[in-house]
């Protein structure tokens, strides 16, 4: 059972516009949620993370929006830029260490 | 440098042949994970750990063994492999946070198992 879901495998936005990325998660008891980047050849590094008391958290071009009625959250990446182009994971924990991933969303922005 | 690192980086085998991934990390955390990341299934956590010999079992364990015998430390055991653990695995450390802070990963370990 897949309790951290990312339903878009990919993405492609123009250089400049809008990224959004989705997850939706299904325990309600999760309330540290993170995104993760990954570069090919490499690990994931943390991107920005937010606790389930906030409804947002801003880093630069980088915002996370929890919705947590709708056990949702988003990454909003403002203005994209070609570097990047790479996959996001979205993560979730629950008062453990342990993260629970999802299945990522591949980013491409094209110029 | 504050640093996660693996070794080998990238390793072809033959099944049943024992191998050994070995994982480092310089920042002093508490917390050390193993994933494996597989097409179209996220990462998954095979084996974590707590502190020193403190270890368990995460959602894939099967066919994995690990040890933690220092801090800094976190091997991973393939005692028999099979081409089912063919995959991208990573390491990651934290520290004991209670869910709160991100783990750092490793560049990651592409085992093929023949």
């Known amino acids: 059972d897949q309790q951290v879901k990312q339903n878009s495998p990919s993405l492609s936005v123009q250089e400049g516009r809008i990224s959004i990325l989705n997850c939706d998660y299904t325990n309600s008891m999760f309330d540290y949620f993170l995104w993760y980047k990954k570069y090919p050849a490499e690990g994931p590094t943390f991107l920005i993370s937010i606790s389930s008391i906030k409804d947002k958290n801003e880093d630069g071009r980088f915002t996370v929006f929890l919705n947590k009625s709708a056990k949702h959250l988003s990454l909003h990446i403002v203005p994209s830029q070609p570097g990047d182009s790479a996959v996001y994971f979205c993560?979730?924990?629950?008062?453990?260490?342990?993260?629970?991933f999802g299945t990522g969303t591949r980013l491409q922005v094209f110029p | 440098e504050a640093q996660v690192t693996q070794n080998p980086r990238y390793l072809i085998t033959v099944t049943g042949k024992k191998l050994t991934v070995t994982c480092s990390q310089n920042m002093n955390h508490e917390y050390m994970s193993w994933y494996r990341q597989d097409p179209g299934l996220g990462l998954r956590q095979i084996y974590y750990s707590m502190n020193v010999e403190v270890t368990d079992k995460g959602d894939v364990p099967e066919g994995y063994k690990v040890s933690r015998k220092e801090k800094r430390n976190f091997p991973l055991i393939l005692e028999s492999p099979s081409p089912n653990q063919t995959s991208l695995y990573f390491c990651?450390?934290?520290?004991?946070?209670?869910?709160?802070?991100?783990?750092?990963f490793g560049p990651g370990t592409r085992l093929t198992v023949l």
């Open positions: 990651a450390s934290s520290f004991f946070s209670g869910g709160i802070n991100e783990q750092f």
């Open positions: 993560a979730a924990s629950g008062g453990t260490d342990k993260l629970i």
